[in-house]
């Protein structure tokens, strides 16, 4: 079975280990979770499952979604993430199930997909690192240019700048994944989860944590020491 859950993001506060260094961590309203649909091979060509997170009024949802939902035994949700499982991994769900925080006991290490903030139309030096120009004599009020492109306007004779150059834009508001997060404890009575350093996204963002699946050798031997 895959150990994934949804939550929000409740925000950041620190922990003391047993040496007593400070440590910071993200405090993450993890589930609970229900299954609302489980995918098979057999019938949908691979294995899933749907997982469901947070109660809704039935007036803030709509008829479809509260038919898929009832079919399940659960109430309206707000949110449905589908979870792809390795061949044979649905045998272990059945619609309804609850997934609670409880699913990371014993998970040293996690992934955390979210939403980054949006930081709206921002400039080249604050997007992209640009140094910015000289801020001495005989440059104008153009410091934070990100300088001439005219050289790059050989775009296959066509005197437009070729695609990709790095220039002000819109900025966050993009989906992230942070790897390999190390789990330091969770509450199951307030179903939250403690993670090691930041996450992307605001508080009260949605969050999607899974158990980390890709370790490199120092973490790996972690893992394994349990």
């Not at 859950?5 to 922990?15: C, S, V």
Request: net charge positive; charged share 25%; aromatic share 6%.
């Amino acid at each position: 079975m895959s150990t994934a859950i949804l939550g929000r993001k409740i925000g950041m506060t620190r922990l003391y280990d047993d040496a007593g260094n400070n440590v910071p961590v993200t405090v993450v309203e993890a589930g609970p979770c229900f299954v609302t649909q489980v995918k098979t091979a057999e019938v949908d060509g691979y294995d899933a499952v749907q997982l469901a997170f947070e109660d809704l009024k039935p007036r803030s949802s709509t008829f479809p979604l509260i038919g898929h939902d009832a079919k399940a035994g659960v109430g309206p949700k707000r949110f449905r993430r589908e979870v792809r499982l390795k061949d044979g991994g649905a045998a272990g769900y059945e619609t309804g199930q609850k997934i609670t925080v409880d699913s990371f006991a014993g998970i040293k290490f996690c992934d955390v997909v979210g939403t980054s903030k949006g930081k709206g139309f921002q400039g080249p030096m604050k997007r992209h690192g640009f140094a910015g120009q000289e801020a001495s004599h005989g440059v104008e009020r153009k410091h934070r240019s990100p300088g001439s492109i005219g050289g790059r306007s050989s775009n296959l004779g066509t005197g437009k700048p070729k695609k990709g150059i790095r220039m002000g834009g819109h900025m966050g508001a993009e989906r992230v994944t942070v790897r390999s997060l190390r789990v330091i404890g969770i509450d199951t009575e307030k179903n939250l989860l403690l993670i090691h350093g930041p996450v992307p996204g605001p508080k009260q963002g949605l969050l999607y944590v899974r158990a980390a699946t890709r370790l490199y050798k120092g973490k790996a031997k972690i893992a394994q020491a349990g």
